[in-house]
């Protein structure tokens, strides 16, 4: 039996460069992303994951985190910010997808790209070892972007 969450909003009708909303994907074993544009879309839309900032992580404008005077609900991890530079202290990487009409693989890197002609579709996105998602739209020029997440597991 499948146990699922209702579809989260990643990306709705973006038409300009950004991460989108992040997504706590850690509690799920597959994350299927649904991917539609508008208005004769051109652009790359790549998937960013990461495990999380550590607890005591200093980012560039975080004051160091004393644990001492925390509270057990900052001691977790942290998403990334992603339009910063991955680092140490700001892990995350692009992830691997699958298109499941055609298998078709698309690098992290690369992204998926629109060029020019909508696109409707459906990836399952490689999250072994992730904590958090985004989808974040590179070299914008035309259209526009409406991504959705649905995270599930299958009982055995």
């Known amino acids: 039996m499948r146990n699922f ?3 989260i909003i990643v990306l709705n009708a973006v038409g300009a460069t950004g991460a989108g909303t992040t997504i706590d994907v850690g509690a799920f074993k597959t994350i299927v992303l649904e991917l539609h544009t508008t208005g004769s879309a051109n652009f790359t839309a790549k998937v960013q994951g990461s495990s999380g900032i550590p607890p005591g ?7 160091p985190l004393n644990t001492s005077a925390v509270s057990a609900t900052t001691m977790m991890l942290r998403p990334p910010v992603w339009a ?6 700001n892990p995350w990487t692009y ?3 699958i298109n499941l009409a055609d298998q078709t693989v698309y690098n992290g890197a690369v992204g998926i790209a629109a060029t020019g ?3 409707n579709l459906q990836v399952e996105v490689n999250t072994n070892g992730q904590r958090y998602i985004t989808v974040n739209v590179t070299a914008w ?12 597991n ?3």
């Not at 020029?141 to 599930?152: L, W």
């Open 84 to 89: 910063s530079a991955a680092s140490p202290t």
């Open 154 to 156: 299958v009982d055995e």
């Open 5 to 7: 969450t209702e579809p």
């Open 95 to 97: 992830l691997q997808s």
């Open 141 to 152: 020029s035309a259209g526009a972007i409406t991504v959705t997440c649905t995270p599930f």
């Open 57 to 63: 992580a200093n980012f560039e404008t975080q004051a």
């Open 117 to 119: 002609t909508d696109i």
